[in-house]
């Protein structure tokens, strides 16, 4: 019983999520099943009725921006963002959210640059994936981890 008690705890948004650059964000990698995504994650996800891919919102309480976006296509995630600028996320390679501009690029060298709507999506393109650097007023907000030829931009 107390096994049980111990794994149904570990299901969930992770309180600092980290994000390996061209592995996966809070634990989620590109290709993975939706029904992975649920074990690892748990089932209280709102879902986007708006959006043109299947996207799940992972919050840390119900109608709370601060989280993990998650978009699948054909049943598997396609990409995984940061919602907002979730508490205590980082990168392995020494990024913390809210870091300076200066410091993303310091960490991570040179980056593609897409403008979007009202930030900035910084990315390295890798072969399979974009390991992305959401920069907004100088400050990095997010990141995320796309198809290699996905869009940054939502």
Same mark, same amino acid.
């Given at each position: 019983?107390?096994?049980?008690?111990?794994?149904?705890?570990?299901?969930?948004?992770?309180?600092?999520?980290?994000?390996?650059?061209? /592995?996966?964000?809070? @634990?989620? !990698? &590109? $290709?993975?099943?939706? =029904?992975? %995504?649920? *074990?690892?994650? #748990?089932?209280?996800?709102?879902?986007?009725?708006?959006?043109?891919?299947?996207?799940?919102?992972?919050?840390?309480?119900?109608?709370?921006?601060?989280?993990?976006?998650?978009?699948?296509?054909?049943?598997?995630?396609?990409?995984?963002?940061?919602?907002?600028?979730?508490?205590?996320? /980082?990168?392995?390679? @020494?990024? !913390? &959210? $809210?870091?300076?501009? =200066?410091? %993303?690029? *310091?960490?991570? #060298?040179?980056?593609?640059?897409?403008?979007?709507?009202?930030?900035?999506?910084?990315?390295?393109?890798?072969?399979?994936?974009?390991?992305?650097?959401?920069?907004?007023?100088?400050?990095?907000?997010?990141?995320?981890?796309?198809?290699?030829?996905?869009?940054?931009?939502?």
């Amino acid at each position: 019983m107390r096994a049980l008690a111990v794994l149904v705890a570990a299901v969930g948004l992770p309180q600092h999520g980290v994000f390996v650059p061209g /592995h996966s964000l809070g @634990g989620i !990698r &590109l $290709g993975e099943s939706a =029904a992975a %995504v649920r *074990a690892a994650l #748990g089932t209280r996800y709102g879902v986007c009725t708006a959006c043109s891919t299947t996207t799940w919102y992972f919050t840390y309480k119900p109608f709370d921006q601060h989280g993990l976006g998650i978009e699948l296509t054909q049943g598997r995630v396609s990409a995984v963002y940061t919602l907002w600028q979730p508490n205590g996320w /980082h990168a392995t390679n @020494g990024l !913390r &959210l $809210g870091a300076l501009e =200066a410091q %993303v690029s *310091a960490k991570t #060298g040179p980056l593609f640059v897409t403008a979007c709507s009202t930030y900035e999506a910084r990315f390295v393109a890798g072969s399979r994936e974009r390991s992305v650097y959401y920069v907004v007023d100088g400050k990095l907000w997010g990141f995320g981890l796309f198809g290699a030829r996905a869009s940054p931009c939502r």
